[in-house]
C-alpha cells in the first residue's frame, strides 16, 4: 500500500500535522509513506515508520511548485492521498481514495481542524518519532547530568519575540527560585545565537543548541529536558509535540488556534509582546515545575 501525505511548509504547521500522519501510520501497518512538506520541516519526518521519501516543496511563482510535485508523484497508482494543502493536484493523481482538508475553520484549534481531513472524533496530538541515532547525537548536545529547562528566545518574526532582556530575568527569577540547582539550555535556529547575544552573555555556562539542522536532533535535544519556555515559534510546537511541559509566549497570533497543542500559554496585554511582564511569565513558568 502507498499512501502520499502533503502537509505543510512551516514547521510549526508541520509539526501541528504530525498526528494526523501518525494515525495513518498506525491505521494502516503495511502502507509505505511518500511525504510532501516544506524545505525547512523536511528532517522532522526523516525517521517515520516505513518512510520511502520525503519531496521538499520549493516554492515557485505562479504556483509552478504544484506543477513540479505532479510531474514527481504521477507515475505512482496512490492507494490514499491525504491532502492537508487543500491544493488542485490531488485531484489529478491516480488514486484508489484521497482526503483533502475543507476550508479553514476559525473556530478551532489548527490540529482539531487538521484531524478533520480524516474525519477523526477526537484531534490527533502531534506525534514526533526520533531515532535511536538522533538520541545519541542529542546526548552530546544535552549531557546526562542535572535538570535542564529548556529556553528558546528567538521566534521568526520580531513582533512575536519576546525581548532577550526579559529572557535574562526570567532565567534569573528561576534560577534562583523552581530551578536552582538545574541547568539552562538555549534553543535557536541559524542566526538566533546573535540576535539572543545578550541572553547568552549573561549565562555563559548555559547549553546552547543552535543552528543544528537537523530537526530530529533537536526534538531529541529536547527530549534530554525537564521543561521548555519560548516564543510563538515551531521549536514550542515541536516541545510541545514531545510532550514537554511548554509555556508559550504569544504576541499577536492567536493562542486558541494557534498555541502549541497541549501546551500552556500566556498572551500578551493588546497582544504586544513587548508588554509582557517578567513576574507574569515567572508564575505562569512554576505551573511546569512538579
Known amino acids: 500500500m502507498k499512501i502520499l501525505f502533503i502537509t505543510n511548509t512551516r514547521i510549526g504547521d508541520a509539526i501541528l500535522s504530525s498526528g494526523v500522519l501518525r494515525h495513518l501510520v498506525d491505521t494502516y501497518p503495511d502502507a509505505r509513506f511518500t511525504i510532501v512538506c516544506g524545505r525547512l520541516p523536511q528532517t522532522l519526518f526523516a525517521a517515520t515508520p516505513r518512510l520511502e521519501r520525503v519531496i521538499p516543496l520549493k516554492k ?20 490514499l492521498v ?12 491516480k488514486a484508489r481514495a484521497r482526503h483533502v482538508i475543507g476550508p479553514a475553520d476559525d473556530s478551532v484549534h489548527r490540529v482539531q481542524h487538521l484531524s478533520s ?21 542529542a546526548r ?21 519575540t519576546w525581548a532577550p532582556e526579559r529572557f535574562a530575568e ?9 530551578c536552582a540547582g538545574g541547568r539552562i539550555a538555549f534553543f535557536g535556529g541559524p542566526g538566533d545565537d546573535v540576535k539572543a547575544q545578550t541572553l547568552i552573555t549573561a549565562f555563559p555556562d548555559a547549553l546552547r543548541v543552535f ?16 521543561a521548555f519556555i519560548g516564543n510563538d515559534s ?25 498555541a502549541p497543542f497541549g501546551a500552556h500559554y500566556l498572551q500578551a496585554p ?15 513558568a512554576r505551573r511546569l515545575f512538579p
Open 170 to 178: 526570567l532565567v534569573r527569577a528561576l534560577t534562583s527560585g523552581p
Open 117 to 137: 481531513v480524516l474525519k477523526l472524533e477526537r484531534p490527533a496530538a502531534p506525534y514526533i518519532y526520533v531515532a535511536p541515532r538522533h538520541e545519541d547525537a
Open 82 to 93: 491525504v491532502d492537508l494543502r487543500r491544493s488542485f493536484l490531488s485531484y489529478f493523481l
Open 234 to 258: 515551531g521549536l514550542s510546537h515541536l516541545a510541545a509535540g514531545l510532550g514537554l511541559p511548554t509555556l508559550a509566549l504569544f504576541g499577536p497570533s492567536d493562542p486558541i488556534r494557534y
Open 270 to 284: 493588546d497582544r504586544d509582546i513587548a508588554r509582557l511582564d517578567v513576574a507574569q511569565v515567572a508564575a505562569a
Open 140 to 160: 552530546r548536545l544535552i549531557p546526562p547530568g542535572s535538570p535542564v529547562l529548556a529556553i528558546a528566545p528567538v521566534a521568526a518574526a520580531a513582533h512575536k
Open 211 to 226: 543552528s543544528e539542522p537537523d530537526l530530529l536532533t533537536v526534538a531529541a535535544a529536547l527530549k534530554c529536558c525537564s
Open 60 to 79: 515557485r511563482r505562479f504556483d509552478l511548485h504544484w506543477w513540479d510535485l505532479w510531474r514527481e508523484v504521477r507515475g505512482t497508482r496512490w492507494d
